[in-house]
C-alpha cells in the first residue's frame, strides 16, 4: 500500500487542529502524537491507519471501533510485502497510544509503568507489559554503533520503584525554572535508562512523560514528541553515555532543550545531528532560534518574551489565588477566608475553576471531589507562576523600601 509522505500525514491532522471542533482538535492532537512516535523505531504507520484516524477524529467510530478496523484489517490481508510487519506494529501501537492520551488517566507508580507497557503494545509484542529477563545492549547512531550501559535485569522493578518513589516525594517549591527542567531531564532520563522491556522503551517514556506532564499542571503541546521523537531518543542516549577513553561524558543538555522548548517555549534546533559524538564542524554548535532577536544563540538560559507566557496568567484572580495558596494546602474555607469572600459559589467560579482549569492548581484527592479532608494545593506549573509572581514584584518592593 502507498505510504504517505510525513507532510500528508501531518496536514490533514493540522486541519483538525486547527479549524475542527474542541473534541476533534483533541482526537487529532493525541493521533499525531501516536503516528509520530513510530519514528524513534524507524517505523511508518499505513495509509489505512490514516483513513481510520479520520474517521475516528470525525467521529464516525470510537477508539475501539478503530482498533477492531485494524485487527480485521491485518488478519483478513493475504497478499503481504516485507513492510507490512512495520507497518501493522505501527498501526496497532499508534492506535493504542492514542486511546491512553484521550483517556485522562494515569498510574503513577512502578506498576503504572509496566502496565502502560502492556496498553501501549497490547497485540504487537507477546512480551507486552513484562519486565525483561535478561541484560541488554543496543546500538546506537549517534555513538557511531556504541551502547548505553543499561541496569542489570535483575534490579528493575527495584529501580523503578525507587525513581518513582524519590520524584513523588521531591518538591518543586521555591526552585527557578532551569533547576526545574535540571530536576526533569534528570527524572525521566532515569526512568528511560533502567530500560525495563525487552523493547518499546522510548515510546513508554514518552507516553508516560506525556502524562506525567499533564498530571502536575502543564498544559504542553505534544507537537514536539510528535515532530522529534527520534531527537528524544538520541537526547535520552546521550544523557545516558559516558565514554572516559574517549573523552565523553554523559550530556543531559540535549534533552534539557527538548524540554526548554517543550515548557518554557524556547527554540532549540533540534536536529539530530547535533548529538552524534563526533559532528562535523558544522554541526558541533546547537542554535538557540530567537523568535523575537531573529538570531541563534548557544546557551542554557531562558530567552524571549515567550518564555515568560508559559508561567504567566492576565487574570488578577488567579494570581491572587496562587499567592494565597502558596506552600500550603488549603481548604475551600480556608481559601476563601484568606481572600476574605463570603459567597462559595461566586468564588468557585472566579478563583478556583479557572485555576484548576489553567493547571496552576489541583486538589489533594483528584478522584474524590467531595472527599471530606479535600484541600487544595499549587502544581508543579502552579509553583512556577508564584516563583515569577514573587521576581516581578521584588523591583516594586525594593522601591518602596527606599522610599521610605
Known sequence: MRQMTKEQKYLDFDQYIRQGEPAQKDKAEAWRVAIGLQAVDGLKTS??????????????????????????YYTTRTARNRGDTDNEEADKVSVNITKILSSGTFDFSANGIISLHRRIFDGVFKHAGRVRDYDISKKEWVLEGASVSYLNWEDLHR??????????????????????IAHLTSFVSGIWQIHAFCEGNTRTTAVFTIQYLRSVGFDINNELFANHSWYFHNALVRANYKNLVKGIDYSPVYLERFFRNLLLGEHWDLRNRYLHIHPSPEWSIQPELSSSAGQAQDKLGTSTGQ?????????????????????????????MERIRLTGRDNFLKVYLSPSINAGFIRPLY??????PRQKYLLTAKGMMLLQALIKKEAPNLNTMIEIQ
Not at 52 to 60: F, H, K, Q, V
Not at 366 to 371: A, E, T
Open 159 to 180: 529501580a523503578l520503584e525507587y525513581d518513582i518513589a524519590q520524584e513523588r516525594a521531591y518538591s518543586y517549591k521555591g526552585i527557578s525554572r532551569d533547576e526545574m
Open 47 to 72: 495509509e489505512y491507519l490514516q483513513l481510520t484516524a479520520r474517521r475516528n477524529i470525525e467521529g464516525d467510530i470510537t477508539i475501539d471501533e478503530a482498533r477492531d478496523l485494524l485487527q480485521q
Open 307 to 335: 518564555v515568560q507566557d508559559k508561567f504567566h496568567t492576565d487574570n488578577p484572580n488567579i494570581a491572587t489565588l496562587i499567592r494565597i495558596v502558596g506552600d500550603n494546602e488549603l481548604s475551600v474555607k480556608e481559601m
Open 366 to 371: 483528584p478522584d474524590s471531589p467531595r472527599h
